[in-house]
């Protein structure tokens, strides 16, 4: 009496699957089928992944070859599960020959051919053809936001475009993609547009990236003005195509599992949420000398305005700055406070003054806490009235983290997965307002020397 264990996606389920559980089922009497979740793959970097765990489940099942099908959540389950089901034989795919060598010493492993000229990577470029990506401004975030692309399947970044074009000619040689200075060809090579330039070029880029009918994906701060961000969502419904805010905090796994959780209920009901990021930059930066709009609220401020708009939402009843300015009149540390009639939050960012990183949301029955760097969230704990409770979570979170919004925003052209309730346009309306209401107050300290651009 053999039993047989497998693992697997099974995303998208095709004959290669099929031969092969039929093939592992053929390897003993009993079959158990091991199905990974959709935070596992998140997790280990398989992003877009189509079907749903049910789905995935349901697709196995009608093959008949499974006697069990189990979940697989972590990486290290394999070998807790071989013993738990007295495993005799491990199956897998030729294309992982050599990486499950250590589970010989627990069960006999066996790699079975692969079933050439298919796979559900395939399947998913054939039914929505690789996306093109034009990045539009080659500065720093430009330079993070390609190798994380790379990672994403379905997408491959195509061209660069900068009016100055020595820099994006520059950038472009170091990615091996097109530079760009004529704006109309750019488009016609694109399929949609990622754009990382200054934020107050923002709003035309948008607009004339949405006239040319290409999907959006516009770095935080998206908009600086309310009406702006109010009417580029609407144009981008009205053509048919996603407009969509990268904060990449928004759409990492760890964030949003300490999101469920503080609305669980498990910490009672919410009464304060205080969010501070606090990044040292030298004092010749862009960002504490771009007198029109650098300082730290247009930099850091949606980070730390997302996690109270997330649990409080956007109808605060009343909201107050106070900054403190270097010589330019930039604000070098922000605090906004915020009203609701639920609780009370702080916003708090500094790029001219250091202090504790920490995301803090305080409820009737406990708080959950989450220390720097919160805003790449790995890894938080939800504390109670008896201080020996200590619930602990922890989440990957890979890389620079922008795979996942990339993904998100991906999976939303091609109509697979909704992630629009992770970061709403109503949201990034009320961040684009609060960003207006910021500068407009600021504006009497700063010393802008040029005209307005
Ligand atoms: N498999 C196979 N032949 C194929 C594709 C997959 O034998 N043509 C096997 C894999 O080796 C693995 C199991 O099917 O043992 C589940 O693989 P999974 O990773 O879910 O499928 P892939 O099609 O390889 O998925 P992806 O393209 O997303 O990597």
Request: net charge neutral.
């Amino acid at each position: 009496m053999a039993r047989v264990i497998t693992y697997g996606t099974f995303d998208l389920f095709h004959e290669g699957h099929y031969r092969l559980l039929q093939r592992a089922k053929a390897l003993g009497n009993y079959l158990i089928v091991g199905v990974t979740t959709e935070a596992y793959d998140k997790a280990r970097g398989k992003l877009n992944v189509v079907d749903s765990l049910v789905t995935r489940i349901e697709n196995i099942k009608k093959t008949g070859f499974a006697d069990e099908i189990i979940i697989e959540e972590t990486q290290g389950q394999k070998v807790n599960d071989i013993r738990k089901f007295h495993i005799d034989i491990f199956a897998i795919g030729s294309d992982w020959t050599g990486v499950f060598d250590y589970l010989k010493d627990y069960c006999q492993v066996v790699y079975l051919e692969r079933t050439k000229n298919i796979s559900s990577t395939m399947l998913r470029e054939q039914n929505s053809p690789i996306q093109r990506i034009g990045i539009i401004g080659s500065g720093r975030i430009a330079e993070r936001f390609i190798p994380e692309a790379k990672l994403v399947s379905g997408v491959s970044t195509q061209g660069v475009y900068n009016p100055h074009i020595e820099s994006a000619v520059k950038f472009a040689q170091k990615w091996e993609i097109n530079a760009y200075e004529d704006l109309e060809a750019f488009y016609k090579a694109v399929d949609i547009v990622y754009i990382a330039s200054p934020h107050e070029t923002h709003y035309a880029y948008i607009q004339s990236a949405l006239e040319h009918g290409r999907h959006v994906l516009c770095e935080k701060p998206m908009l600086l003005e309310k009406r702006q961000a109010e009417e580029l969502f609407h144009y981008a419904k009205k053509k048919n195509l996603i407009l969509f805010e990268g904060i990449k905090t928004a759409y990492c796994p760890g964030f949003h599992k300490l999101m469920g959780i503080a609305c669980s209920g498990i910490i009672g009901n919410i009464r304060n949420v205080e969010a501070c990021f606090t990044k040292l930059e030298k004092p010749d930066s862009r960002e504490l000398t771009d007198t029109h709009y650098g300082g730290s609220f247009t930099e850091l401020g949606s980070y730390v305005m997302l996690p109270i708009l997330k649990i409080f939402g956007k109808d605060y009843t009343a909201i107050q700055f106070d900054t403190i300015h270097n010589e330019n009149g930039l604000d070098i540390f922000t605090k906004v406070s915020l009203k609701y009639p639920a609780g009370v939050a702080t916003a708090t960012c500094g790029l001219g003054v250091k202090s504790e990183g920490r995301l803090l949301i305080a409820g009737t029955k406990g708080y959950i806490v989450a220390e720097a760097p919160w805003w790449k969230t790995s890894y938080f704990e939800v504390h109670y009235e008896d201080a020996n409770r200590i619930e602990k979570y922890s989440e990957t979170f890979l890389g620079d983290g922008l795979r996942y919004e990339i993904s998100d925003f991906l999976s939303m052209i091609n109509g697979s997965n909704n992630s629009e309730f992770k970061l709403t346009r109503g949201e990034s309306v009320v961040l684009a307002g609060i960003m207006e209401q910021f500068l407009k107050g600021e504006k009497r300290n700063r010393k802008c020397t040029d005209k307005h651009p």
